[in-house]
């Protein structure tokens, strides 16, 4: 015999839920995280952070496309395919990823280097990996949710900005515009992402789902800040 269905919760209660579970999991509460805005971090450490990172930034467009071929609704599309366009830019040397590679040459790494990935760490690419492939097993509306660890980016980047005007004069403010063009951007995905969800989720069932598949971001995000405590792979070894 099963139990009674269980009813879903309001939009307040199911938002309350996930911004609860996300906020406590979210990887500012990271060691390497504090270290960074404590201003504790070595040039190689915050170097290692920016290369690493983009490895994750450039799986970022294509987990959007993939959310954007799971909808049927030209409208959601419309507006989610804003997100490529943040990211990939319009035309060569715009949008975010140009952003971050300018970030990288700020912090003393070669470009080129960094745009092909040579020394991204192996659990980190894992770690990546899994995000894409967590979009590609999920629902729409799971999907989506996964995307929702960006409620909690505006903040954060308005932190990171300060933190490094701080505590790492040696960058260039000019370099930190991707953290910048994220406080406004972030703010409007995330509320766009929320809405869909609370939406979609029509179920206790469907949101129990949504509740998963953030939680599974976060862990994906601790992971790769927890594979760059650890020393790096001798050169042979990387990809």
Not at 20 to 42: A, C, Q, S, W
Not at 44 to 52: P, R
Not at 177 to 199: G, L, N, P
């Amino acid at each position: 015999m099963t139990g009674p269905v269980r009813q879903p919760l309001s939009s307040a209660d199911f938002v309350a839920w996930l911004s609860g579970e996300g906020e406590k999991r979210y990887h500012d509460h990271h060691p390497f995280h504090v270290r960074m805005h404590e201003g504790k971090l070595t040039r190689e450490e915050l170097q290692s952070w920016v290369q690493n990172r983009y490895y994750y930034q450039s799986r970022v467009p294509i987990k959007d496309a993939i959310i954007l071929s799971k909808s049927e609704d030209p409208a959601f599309r419309r507006m989610w395919i804003q997100r490529i366009h943040d990211h990939d830019g319009d035309r060569e040397g715009e949008g975010g990823l140009a952003l971050w590679l300018r970030l990288a040459e700020g912090v003393g790494l070669d470009r080129e280097e960094t745009a092909r990935f040579t020394q991204v760490r192996p659990g980190v690419r894992f770690a990546c990996d899994a995000y894409v492939q967590l979009v590609q097993k999920a629902s729409l509306v799971e999907a989506v949710a996964s995307s929702l660890t960006e409620s909690f980016a505006p903040d954060l980047m308005s932190r990171r900005i300060a933190a490094w005007e701080t505590h790492y004069p040696w960058v260039k403010s000019e370099v930190l515009e991707y953290f910048r063009s994220r406080v406004t951007k972030a703010r409007r995905d995330s509320q766009q992402a929320i809405d869909f969800v609370c939406r979609g989720a029509t179920t206790y069932e469907l949101q129990e789902k949504c509740v998963a598949a953030l939680v599974k971001k976060t862990e994906i995000l601790w992971h790769l800040l927890d594979c760059l405590l650890m020393p790096p792979p001798p050169a042979g070894l990387r990809p």
